[in-house]
């Protein structure tokens, strides 16, 4: 309709129609974001059709709280079309607009109660903001989780010949064999609505209560997701149930495994041992479905941004949209977050880093705990 009464739209008409400032608009055309490239009559500046529908997605996203680098990644995202990118938008506009409506029942509900005289214990006011963690953290993954191929080999030469694979805690599908009819199950509607288009169907259900019959398919596959279950043991016996070979992607989180090796934990974030206090050892769930462990070493330059994917790249660890993209950040706080960063920036400036981890340098693949359960 835009096309129908103007050709091109002047800096200052896009600003207005917006509602965003002309400084912003300039801004994001100086970091390359979003830039008018037509002319009016007159010489001016302007937006052709194409320029502003690349600026109703960088503006979408930005009123969804994504940083002005992760836009850039998602709107330049090579996988995806135009289409695909509605949908995501669409997806992820929808669940902030029933997480806005859940709250607005629940206080609606406290305001009620208050006018009866009736005061709503703790637990219930927390209840409003207590969304699965997959909900605080997913809106980043697209920026920084990608798929790994040397990773993503070993877990599909794991499935061996399998035809049928099951993704439980399957994410956006990153790690999705594209040469198998896959079935994904994910809990989470944040992580749902940034599965690209042409994916395979994802189910909403918890790995602990899968809704399949036994032995349904020929293969089940979990990667990187075990540690968020509330009952991993229980999610991997349901995996056993439902598919004759099971193949999961996790860490070892011993000390000698991961929390004294890895130099992140060890020397900047030491709160990583509570976080896995109390959780089943590797050891326990390679018994709970008779699987053997194998070890996976990460290339020093690995795409995907899980949480040990830049030990030779420290530098990575400063950026917020990194970050956020990793469950272990947003589960130890903000304060021992700003902590291991400030430290880290320090470390790095003075020489400390590279003068304690100059074994890394010359390394092209860590090991670091991670492991690959097969059964």
Known sequence: MVGAVEEHLTVGRVAELAGVSVRTLHHYDEIGLARPSARTAAGYRAYSADDLERLREVLAYRRLGFGLREI????????????????????????????????VTAIDSELEARAMGIRTTPEEQLKVFGAQLYEAIGSAYPATRRTEPRIAARVWDALGDARTVLNV????????????????VEPSAVMRAQRPAGAAPCVAAAAESLPFEDQSFDAAMAFSTVHHWQDPIAGLREMRRVARRVVVFTHDSSDTGWRHRFWLSRDYLPEVADLVAGRPSVDQLARAIGARIEPVLIPWDCADGFFEAYWRRPEAYLDEHVRRAVSVWTRVGPKAEQRAVDRLRDDLSSGLWAERNRDLVDLDAAELGLRLLVA
């Open 169 to 184: 805690g399957a994410g956006t599908g990153s790690y999705e064999p594209a040469d198998r009819d896959v079935t994904a």
């Open 72 to 103: 850039a990644d998602l709107v330049d995202d090579p996988a995806t079309d135009a289409v695909a990118r509605l949908h995501r938008l669409r997806g992820l506009l929808l669940e902030q607009r029933d997480r806005a409506a859940a709250m």
